[in-house]
């Protein structure tokens, strides 16, 4: 085994076979943390976001915050039902995008496909980048280097994601669990408190808020509907990653419809839990938050707070407040914070790679999307998830205020499309069903998304109406540029398909064969490929060379004729030593001659075991190789030449075919030589 394999097999582990994909599924403990700890670590940023847009009039409208906690917490509860049906109804894990597709069309599929794409990285980048401003906030080194951290960050996950879902997902639930045990503790215990009437007050609540320029004076009722509007709209980024349940339903145990509704059940219980209590928690015990660019309107007896002051998160500022006489509380609450913000993009890279494959089964994204890598996860996905969120965090520099304006549009296009979509099922199969109960079920169904479809489609309205300046426009402008690639993407592999299609010329054999040996030297490998182009009696066989000069030409013919080589060669003159283009011109010469017949090219190669050798031999041929590719009715032959160090490659083929595996044994993959020596059969 060479460096490279030792290297990845340390990085990913061993190979999976296809048959082992059972092994790889998930029960509903491991798949809560993996499926739904973006919307859970929503908790970390999302109320932050509400009280940021309700500061921009003051404290005084802080008042409203419990409300949009509410509001938000109605919308999950009605999205998260309306996925419960569709988990029932479409189990394949297509989604939001198999629902648009089968049932509102290709247009349909492609805009959600392209939504989901932007969305699924915009949460890496946002989650990480949040995680990274917790981190340089516990380390202030770090401070001006978060791009990097977060870099890195994603990174890391792209490691653990390539050793397979299952391997990561169980990687992830300890602090995903601990997150919430972290959280809901801290909740809890500070709605005792505040029961029992000593719910202290939180480091910020003795400052106050100056509101934004034009919002000093009493806000009219649209002025008000307005803020309003833009808080709710940023508390909705609460519910990202509640369809990432939907599309990874194949990853469940069976059965897989009903662990995943569980799970779904489970999310939106916690998710509002958390959310809500942090929200009304930080409003009782009097927080001041504003946006981190904008530190100036923080005032102290009315004096600004100064460049100076550090502006924790909000979760942060609540647990040193509860937890002021145990702070080991304290600093858990803020470690488990900071790591499900990372560990949140996790949802995204279970996400995406299943989608992109998806997608490209159906022609819409490269075919490579749809392969699964040694550890049976969609490995080109992972990494190209990986790339774009990495080229993300550092266009915006890892600041989540700015990022998080990008947010949440994508996903609830694809709310909407699939809602819509879900309607139009349960009425095609109301037209055939005539059970009863069945029936009942479905028109049930049927309401749950009709519902769900007027939410998202208010809550849609209001993102674009409040965000589309602020950011907004960016992430539309995403979604077109992956519709257009994808409307592309397919297009080529229509008129490729179209082009490939067999008829009944394909069966016509060509007139005949002029088959040309290259020749460099006159040696073994020369010789060989001559043989091997003897062997397959071509209608005509000849040697072409390239004069590249008259002392080299002139000893090549005089061995060629003291060797009685009963093969014609062909001299090809070079005035200014190119090698390439004068066969690239003969070979059109000889198709041009006779257009059907074709020509057959045969190369001697050298097979090299090292992999600088390679870099040394065969350099013209695979220039040569890739000319001739490009000329109709041209054939390329390689005649391979095995040089002794190719036995170092041999012998490493050998030793990986020879090594038991575990399990092999048990599986009945192991046989006995007559030396004795175990090797897989």
């Not at 602090?175 to 215990?189: E, H, K, Q, R, S």
């Not at 999307?369 to 969609?378: Q, V």
């Not at 071509?538 to 080299?552: H, I, M, Q, S």
Request: with cysteine; glycine share 8%.
């Amino acid at each position: 085994m060479g460096v490279g394999d030792v290297s990845k097999r340390i990085l990913l582990g061993r190979k999976l076979r296809s048959s082992q994909l059972g092994e790889t599924l998930l029960p509903k403990r491991i798949a809560l943390p993996v499926f739904a700890s973006d919307a859970l670590s929503s908790v970390a940023y999302a109320p932050d976001e509400v009280f940021i847009m309700l500061s921009l009039a003051g404290a005084s409208a802080y008042v409203w915050s419990w409300k949009i906690a509410l509001a938000v917490a109605l919308v999950m509860a009605v999205v998260v039902a309306s996925y419960r049906q569709t988990v029932h109804a479409y189990p394949s894990g297509g989604g939001d995008y198999e629902v648009a597709t089968v049932n509102l069309g290709r247009t349909a599929g492609m805009t959600v496909g392209s939504a989901l794409l932007v969305d699924y990285v915009l949460t890496v980048a946002v989650s990480i980048s949040a995680g990274a401003q917790y981190a340089a906030a516990a380390i202030p080194s770090l401070i001006g280097h978060q791009a990097t951290v977060a870099a890195v960050a994603v990174l890391v996950l792209m490691a653990m994601n390539l050793r397979g879902i299952r391997e990561s997902g169980t990687f992830f639930a300890v602090p995903t669990y601990a997150f919430m045990v972290a959280i809901l503790g801290m909740c809890v215990f500070g709605m005792v408190r505040l029961a029992f009437g000593d719910l202290p007050e939180v480091e910020s609540a003795g400052l106050s808020i100056t509101p934004e320029p034009g919002l000093e004076e009493p806000l009219t009722t649209l002025g008000l509907l307005i803020l309003l509007a833009r808080a709710f709209s940023s508390g909705c980024a609460a519910l990202t990653g509640v369809e990432a349940i939907s599309n990874g339903v194949p990853a469940f145990r069976r059965p897989k419809s009903q662990n995943a509704a569980t799970t779904l059940l489970l999310l939106a219980v916690i998710a509002i839990s958390m959310m809500v209590s942090v929200i009304v928690l930080a409003r009782q015990m009097g927080i001041r938050y504003v946006d981190p660019n904008d530190l100036d309107r923080l005032t102290r007896d009315g004096e600004p707070v100064g460049p100076g002051y550090e502006q924790h998160a909000v979760i942060a500022q609540i647990a040193r407040a509860v937890f002021q006489e145990f702070s080991p509380a304290f600093y858990v609450v803020v470690t488990v914070t900071g790591i499900i913000l990372v560990l949140a993009a996790n949802t995204a890279f279970n996400g995406f790679p299943v989608l992109g494959s998806i997608l490209a089964k159906d022609g819409f994204a490269p075919r490579a999307l749809g392969s699964r890598g040694d550890r049976l996860a969609y490995s080109n996905g992972i990494v190209f998830l990986a790339v774009m969120a990495i080229v993300l965090i550092y266009a915006f520099d890892a600041e989540t205020t700015r990022l998080i304006q990008l947010y949440i549009v994508g996903v609830f296009v694809s709310f909407n499309l699939s809602q819509l979509g879900m309607i139009r099922h349960w009425t095609r199969a109301l037209q055939t069903e005539r059970d009863p109960a069945a029936r009942g079920r479905m028109v049930r169904s049927r309401a749950i998304n009709a519902v769900g479809l007027s939410f998202t489609a208010v809550v849609l309205v209001i993102i674009l109406f409040t965000k589309f300046l602020a950011g907004a426009w960016i992430t539309i402008l995403a979604m077109g540029g992956f519709f257009l690639l994808m409307k592309a993407i397919r297009s080529h592999y229509d008129q490729v398909a179209e082009e490939l299609a067999a008829d009944e010329e394909d069966k016509v054999l060509p007139t005949r064969v002029h088959a040309i040996v290259l020749v460099s030297k006159l040696h073994k490998p020369t010789l060989r490929a001559l043989a091997f182009a003897k062997a397959t009696r071509p209608n005509v066989l000849e040697g072409v060379y390239v004069d590249d000069g008259a002392e080299a030409t002139a000893r090549l013919l005089e061995e060629w004729d003291d060797r009685r080589i009963d093969v014609p060669l062909k001299v090809l003159h070079s005035p200014y030593r190119e090698l390439v283009r004068p066969i690239v011109e003969y070979a059109g010469e000889i198709r041009k001659a006779n257009p059907r017949g074709v020509v057959a090219v045969y190369i001697p190669e050298y097979v090299v075991g090292r992999w600088w050798e390679q870099l040394l031999h065969n350099q013209t041929a695979l220039r040569l190789k890739g000319r001739l590719l490009f000329s109709p009715g041209v054939m390329v032959i390689s005649v391979p030449y095995q040089l002794r160090s190719s036995a170092i490659a041999r012998e490493r083929v050998r030793r990986e075919a020879d090594r038991v595996r575990p399990g092999d044994l048990r599986r009945g993959r192991v046989v006995r030589r007559p030396d004795d020596r175990q090797v897989q059969r």
